[in-house]
């Protein structure tokens, strides 16, 4: 499976920012497809998941209502809407697949077998 992430860029606070990750190469519909950023300096973070097979999304507390996930299953795409975001969102956000669903634990890295490159987003 691979994951190609664009969208990245330079923001102001407050402002919105749409990513983008396109999935080939494998069984896409059985995947749980996640947003994950790291903060210079810290771990890695889960975002949001969504199971392409059927839409069912979650959110970490920290986006939830800011930030939204979906997908376009004709393109193979998968999107993170972020509004409102702060200096603290400034980060490099991966995209990430897995073939299971970890209910209680699918914010945790090392869930995810398949990792797309990363892609910058700073906001000031």
């Known amino acids: 499976v691979q994951l190609v992430e664009s969208g990245g860029g330079s923001v102001q606070a407050g402002g919105s920012v749409r990513l983008s990750c396109v999935t080939s190469g494998g069984t896409e519909d059985g995947l749980y497809v996640a947003w994950i950023r790291q903060v210079p300096g810290k771990g890695r973070e889960g975002l949001a998941v969504?199971?392409?097979?059927?839409?069912?999304?979650s959110y970490a507390d920290s986006v939830k209502g800011r930030f939204t996930i979906s997908q376009d299953n004709a393109k193979n795409t998968m999107y993170l809407l972020m509004n409102s975001l702060k200096p603290e969102d400034t980060a490099t956000y991966f995209c990430?697949?897995?073939?299971?669903?970890?209910?209680?634990?699918?914010?945790?890295?090392?869930?995810?077998?398949?990792w797309g490159h990363g892609t910058q987003v700073t906001v000031s």
């Open positions: 969504l199971w392409i097979g059927g839409a069912t999304t």
């Open positions: 990430a697949a897995a073939s299971m669903w970890y209910a209680y634990t699918w914010r945790e890295p090392r869930r995810y077998n398949y």
